[in-house]
Each structure stands twice: as structure tokens, then as C-alpha cells.
């Protein structure tokens, strides 16, 4: 077996219909209901148009040697649609992993998105385009093409473990990673949550929201209150 220079075929997939319903809950709501530890990096933004609606997908998740984007070309050949193209880049800035020509390929290949941990290019370009698209930033710098790296495999990406079949779930706040084995009890709490936090926005649009609680934790805290001056 070749460790570090390997494509797996398959990955273990959740119901479409599953995944899908995440696509109406807002990624912070999602994120509070999974002890708010599965957001990516915030280094790690969208970088294509504005969203209309989340992006909802399942993971194709790649690794690759920092600035080397060959095991990405080979993704794209495998992307079906709906596809969330993930890709670990060891934390490398110095060359873009895509650029126009490529996330065109992704496009028509009907991904649901891309999220890379390292740089794209063509900036100008991306930023016109409706295809989900979330970065660390651009370079001018083009990547090799040499290898190694790994496809369907667990990884790493902006701080969270991917796994291949994970949903991943977008919006303008950023990217937030559902595991495959605990979306179907979590929706259910994302839901619950989601009509919890509507309510409180109406509360205090209407100027009716009870603010007590700060003072009282606080207190429970043990914070100092000091009626003076600060000398």
C-alpha cells in the first residue's frame, strides 16, 4: 500500500435527504449545537459571490503536499454532484492550489463547493462566479504538480477533522463540519435551535429583551463592581 500517495474510491454517504435539510439552518445555529467546536478557521472565507442559500454538500476530501494541487486535478475527476471538494494543504500560503480554469471544471461538474485550506488565484474572476468558493486568500503564485498526497482519507482543514462523507455546511459567516454518524440527531437539535434563536431576534427587535442575566452571571462570577473612578 502506498501510504501518502493513495485514492480511495468510495466513501460511506448520508441520505441526500439528510443533508439537504441543513440547508435552511444558519452555520452558527448549527455550530452552538455542536459546542460551538466545528467551525474552520476563520482564515478559511468565501471568496466566490455572495451565497443566496447555504452551501450544503458531502466531502470529497483531499490531501496534499503544501502548494502541489495534482491529487486536486484527480478529485475533480471524481466529484459527483453535490460534492464538498475539501483539501488540506499542511498549512501552505505560498501557491494558489486553483484558479479560474479549474473551479470552471468544478462547476460544470455540478460541485456544491470548495473549501481549501491555502490560496487560490484569479481572483477577480472567482469573485463573479455563483459556485461557492472558500479560501485562505490569492496569490499570483501557481502550484507543482508532482505529488504525493492522498483522496478519501481523513484530514485536517482549518483547524477541524474531515472525514471522507462528512456534510459540510457554508454561508457568509464561514464553514462548519457536521460528522456523517451524528447529523441525523443533530438536525433535529439544529432545528429546535434555529426557532429558539428566531424568537430571541424578534424579542429584541421589539426592544423587549431581558438583559438581567449579564449582572447575574457576573456576580456568579465573582466580578468586582466598583462604583468610582479608576485611579
Known amino acids: 500500500m ?7 474510491t468510495k ?16 452555520a452558527a445555529n448549527i455550530a452552538d449545537c455542536m ?13 466566490s459571490t455572495p451565497l443566496k442559500t447555504n452551501m450544503v454538500g458531502v466531502a470529497l476530501t483531499v490531501k496534499v503536499r503544501a502548494g502541489d494541487n495534482l491529487m486536486v486535478h484527480k478529485a475533480l475527476n471524481m466529484l459527483t454532484a453535490g460534492d464538498i471538494l475539501v483539501v488540506s494543504n499542511d498549512s501552505g500560503s505560498s501557491q494558489a492550489l486553483m484558479g479560474e480554469i479549474m473551479i ?3 462547476n460544470l461538474q455540478r460541485a456544491g463547493g470548495i473549501v481549501l485550506d491555502g490560496p487560490i488565484r484569479d481572483l477577480y474572476s472567482i469573485q463573479q462566479m455563483e459556485l461557492p468558493v472558500y479560501a485562505t486568500g490569492s496569490t499570483p503564485a501557481g502550484p507543482f504538480k ?9 484530514i485536517s482543514c482549518g483547524g477541524v477533522q474531515i472525514n471522507p462523507g462528512d456534510i459540510i455546511v457554508g454561508d457568509g459567516d464561514g464553514v462548519i463540519v457536521i460528522a456523517r454518524q451524528d447529523a441525523e440527531a443533530l438536525l433535529a437539535e439544529a432545528v429546535k435551535y434555529q426557532q429558539f434563536d428566531s424568537q430571541k431576534l424578534l424579542v429584541t427587535q421589539s426592544g423587549q429583551a431581558d438583559r438581567s442575566w449579564v449582572d447575574r452571571d457576573m456576580a456568579g462570577k465573582q466580578c468586582e463592581i466598583i462604583e468610582d473612578v479608576y485611579r
Open 104 to 106: 470552471t471544471y468544478a
Open 2 to 8: 502506498s501510504i501518502g500517495f493513495r485514492v480511495y
Open 35 to 47: 459546542g460551538r467546536l466545528s467551525a474552520m478557521d476563520s482564515r478559511i472565507r468565501l471568496l
Open 146 to 154: 508532482d505529488g504525493p498526497g492522498e483522496i478519501n482519507v481523513p
Open 11 to 26: 466513501r460511506k454517504l448520508p441520505a441526500p435527504e439528510l443533508v439537504a435539510a441543513f440547508k435552511a439552518i444558519p
